[in-house]
């Protein structure tokens, strides 16, 4: 199978804080990868430099076969401009755990403006397509609500139509559900489900190590900036090798 | 109730004096407040000196009346509406610009709005109106060598230099205020635009401004009703204002103090719409943040 993001070696300071130490990874297309691990391990900047929310200090990430953020030439790495840098974020989606709607845009104008204002498709097949998504996700009945208006799980599952309508490659979601009640988890869970069933290529940062079991085709266990433990969620989750994963685990399921 | 009635009923009662149910029914009555009334009955008679002063005083209201509407004072009005808008828009885009250089992380368009901020906001405004008119001292002549030429006397008129200084002056303080209301959007909404394969100017454009505009609204409704009262500073370069005009009717018949009245009642007149109008606009402009079902369904919705 033919990998669609490739990580190299990556290595991210905040400071003096060692964000991500030599991270390197490859994940398939169609596949769905969950990230666990403590908070500060990595996992959440790790997503954000796919998507080159944060930069790289050094290492490579290829995104559909791009190297993300640089152009080669010759043995030098040039920076890309603002506007390479928005074109190549448009192969993946991103889920954000504060949701991040736009306040001033309706459930259904949030998940056009990016067709519409970026891809420059025609509005009436942009809205056809936006209704389409709200009832993937259960909501069209919420179709001229505002942000302010909608619960938690209910805004999550707007942010997910918003990142589906570029017709991404890849999705990636930042502990999606991490700012929701309990009792509005299951929602959003349950999408992101349908989702990886229609063959999406996803790469969850989760808490949720039950969703990570059913759903994931691999876990990956950070901690402290670096990968300590990969495999299928039976081996990493249920039998440990390592005695980080163990402890982190035991205190998750605790 | 006395401090030992209070005592009883508070402790050894047998419990039938102390919650008294048939109590319930009696009318509540709200608290009277004489302050208010004392306040406000002083007030009115404050008022009604000041008024009878004013009615006794040697002020000729018939020459009020009769300059209200005057040729002379209505153009000076239509050129304050006229210098006031053009000056603020000049500022509004102005000061968007500005704001949006000095947050920039390109150092030489931050280093030049740091500049233009700090200069018009460190020198007086009417200074700068001086210097505007006078210009022609300094530069006889302007153009472009070959394109066009013109003789500065002739480009600097009193209307030029007025719309130059204030419009200038404005956008160094409106770029604090655009400043301001980009800081108050969430770096959420930038991180979800960028997201969505939006460049940063995109962002700014669909995004970031328009969310910013609740909180820009506000201060800058604020500066258009200063404005209004600032064209009067142009008077001491000739421009034709409505306080310009009166000044030049009563250098004429002596009668001061009734055409400032008539000036000030435009003046009052001009604000008190600005006034309404800035409610409306930040209305308009606090769509989604707050949670106005009502309005919401009476909106067009998008679309079919």
Same mark, same amino acid.
């Given at each position: 199978?033919?990998?669609?993001?490739?990580?190299?070696?990556?290595?991210?300071?905040?400071?003096?804080?060692?964000?991500?130490?030599?991270?390197?990874?490859?994940?398939?297309?169609?596949?769905?990868?969950?990230?666990?691990?403590?908070?500060?391990?990595?996992?959440?900047?790790?997503?954000?430099?796919?998507?080159?929310?944060?930069?790289?200090? =050094?290492?490579?990430?290829?995104?559909?076969?791009?190297?993300?953020? %640089?152009?080669?030439?010759?043995?030098?790495? %040039?920076?890309?401009? $603002?506007?390479?840098?928005?074109?190549?974020?448009?192969?993946?989606?991103?889920?954000?755990?504060?949701?991040?709607?736009?306040? @001033?845009?309706?459930?259904?104008?949030?998940?056009?403006?990016?067709?519409?204002?970026?891809?420059?498709?025609?509005? =009436?097949?942009?809205? $056809?397509?936006?209704?389409?998504?709200?009832?993937?996700?259960?909501?069209?009945?919420?179709?001229?609500?505002?942000?302010?208006?909608?619960?938690?799980?209910?805004?999550?599952?707007?942010?997910?139509?918003?990142?589906?309508?570029?017709?991404?490659?890849?999705?990636?979601?930042?502990?999606?559900?991490?700012?929701?009640?309990?009792?509005?988890?299951? $929602?959003?869970?349950?999408?992101?489900?349908?989702?990886?069933?229609?063959?999406?290529?996803?790469?969850?940062?989760? @808490?949720?190590?039950?969703?990570?079991?059913?759903?994931?085709?691999?876990?990956?266990?950070?901690?402290?900036?670096?990968?300590?433990?990969?495999?299928?969620?039976? $081996?990493?989750?249920? @039998?440990?090798?390592?005695?980080?994963?163990?402890?982190?685990?035991?205190?998750?399921?605790? | 109730?006395?401090?030992?009635?209070?005592?009883?009923?508070?402790?050894?009662?047998?419990?039938?004096?102390?919650?008294?149910?048939?109590?319930? +029914?009696?009318? +509540?009555?709200?608290?009277? +407040?004489?302050?208010?009334?004392?306040?406000?009955?002083?007030?009115?008679?404050?008022?009604?000196?000041?008024?009878?002063?004013?009615?006794?005083?040697?002020? #000729?209201?018939?020459?009020?009346?009769?300059?209200?509407?005057?040729?002379?004072?209505?153009?000076?009005?239509?050129?304050?509406?006229?210098?006031?808008?053009?000056?603020?828009?000049?500022?509004?885009?102005?000061?968007?610009?500005?704001?949006?250089? /000095?947050?920039?992380?390109?150092?030489?368009?931050?280093?030049?709005?740091?500049?233009?901020?700090?200069?018009?906001?460190?020198?007086?405004?009417?200074?700068?109106?001086?210097?505007?008119?006078?210009?022609?001292?300094?530069?006889?002549?302007?153009?472009?060598?070959?394109?066009?030429?013109? !003789?500065?006397?002739?480009?600097?008129?009193?209307?030029?230099?007025?719309?130059?200084?204030?419009?200038?002056?404005?956008?160094?303080?409106?770029?604090?205020?655009?400043?301001?209301?980009?800081?108050?959007? #969430?770096?959420?909404?930038?991180?979800?635009?960028?997201?969505?394969?939006?460049? !940063?100017?995109?962002?700014?454009?669909?995004?970031?401004?328009?969310?910013?505009?609740?909180?820009?609204?506000?201060?800058?409704?604020?500066?258009?009703?200063?404005? /209004? &009262?600032?064209?009067?500073?142009?008077?001491?370069?000739?421009?034709?204002?409505?306080?310009?005009?009166?000044?030049?009717?009563?250098?004429?018949?002596?009668?001061?103090?009734?055409?400032?009245?008539?000036?000030?009642?435009?003046?009052?007149?001009?604000?008190?719409?600005?006034?309404?109008?800035?409610?409306?606009?930040?209305?308009?402009?606090? &769509?989604?943040?707050? !949670?106005?079902?009502?309005?919401?369904?009476?909106?067009?919705?998008?679309?079919?």
């Amino acid at each position: 199978m033919t990998p669609i993001v490739v990580a190299a070696d990556v290595r991210k300071t905040f400071g003096s804080v060692q964000a991500l130490d030599g991270v390197s990874i490859e994940i398939s297309t169609g596949r769905v990868l969950c990230i666990v691990g403590p908070s500060g391990s990595g996992k959440s900047t790790f997503l954000r430099c796919i998507n080159q929310l944060e930069r790289i200090d =050094s290492g490579a990430i290829w995104v559909d076969g791009e190297l993300v953020g %640089y152009r080669r030439v010759g043995d030098k790495l %040039y920076e890309l401009t $603002d506007a390479e840098v928005a074109r190549q974020r448009l192969a993946s989606g991103m889920v954000f755990q504060r949701f991040n709607l736009f306040q @001033h845009l309706t459930a259904i104008e949030n998940i056009i403006e990016g067709p519409v204002t970026v891809q420059k498709r025609r509005r =009436s097949e942009a809205i $056809d397509e936006a209704v389409a998504l709200l009832d993937q996700v259960g909501l069209a009945a919420k179709r001229d609500a505002y942000p302010s208006e909608l619960s938690g799980g209910q805004q999550q599952r707007v942010a997910i139509a918003r990142a589906l309508a570029m017709r991404p490659k890849l999705m990636l979601f930042d502990e999606p559900t991490s700012a929701l009640d309990p009792e509005l988890v299951g $929602d959003v869970l349950a999408v992101m489900r349908n989702l990886a069933s229609s063959g999406m290529t996803m790469i969850v940062v989760t @808490h949720e190590l039950g969703f990570a079991r059913e759903v994931a085709n691999e876990v990956v266990f950070m901690d402290q900036g670096a990968i300590v433990e990969r495999g299928p969620p039976q $081996d990493v989750l249920v @039998h440990p090798q390592q005695q980080r994963t163990r402890d982190f685990i035991a205190a998750v399921l605790a | 109730m006395s401090s030992a009635a209070a005592e009883a009923a508070i402790g050894s009662g047998t419990g039938t004096e102390r919650f008294d149910p048939s109590i319930a +029914h009696l009318t +509540h009555v709200p608290r009277r +407040h004489y302050g208010r009334w004392i306040a406000s009955l002083l007030i009115v008679l404050a008022f009604a000196y000041v008024g009878k002063a004013f009615a006794e005083g040697q002020i #000729d209201w018939k020459v009020v009346g009769q300059f209200f509407t005057a040729q002379a004072i209505m153009e000076g009005l239509v050129n304050t509406i006229i210098m006031t808008f053009c000056a603020m828009a000049l500022g509004i885009v102005l000061g968007i610009l500005f704001a949006v250089m /000095v947050m920039s992380p390109n150092p030489v368009l931050k280093g030049v709005a740091v500049f233009y901020i700090w200069f018009f906001r460190g020198t007086p405004l009417i200074l700068q109106l001086l210097i505007w008119f006078n210009l022609a001292l300094v530069f006889p002549r302007i153009g472009i060598p070959g394109l066009f030429e013109a !003789r500065m006397v002739d480009v600097m008129t009193p209307f030029v230099a007025t719309l130059l200084g204030l419009g200038i002056n404005q956008g160094a303080y409106t770029a604090e205020v655009v400043r301001s209301g980009i800081l108050s959007v #969430d770096t959420g909404q930038t991180e979800a635009a960028k997201s969505i394969g939006m460049t !940063r100017l995109t962002t700014l454009r669909r995004i970031v401004l328009p969310q910013a505009m609740r909180v820009i609204i506000p201060p800058v409704g604020n500066e258009v009703i200063s404005m /209004v &009262k600032l064209t009067s500073i142009a008077s001491v370069i000739g421009f034709a204002e409505v306080l310009r005009n009166a000044q030049t009717i009563y250098y004429a018949n002596a009668r001061v103090i009734e055409l400032l009245i008539v000036a000030a009642a435009w003046y009052l007149m001009i604000v008190t719409v600005l006034s309404v109008g800035q409610h409306f606009l930040e209305r308009y402009f606090a &769509k989604g943040h707050n !949670r106005r079902r009502a309005r919401v369904a009476a909106r067009p919705a998008v679309g079919a």
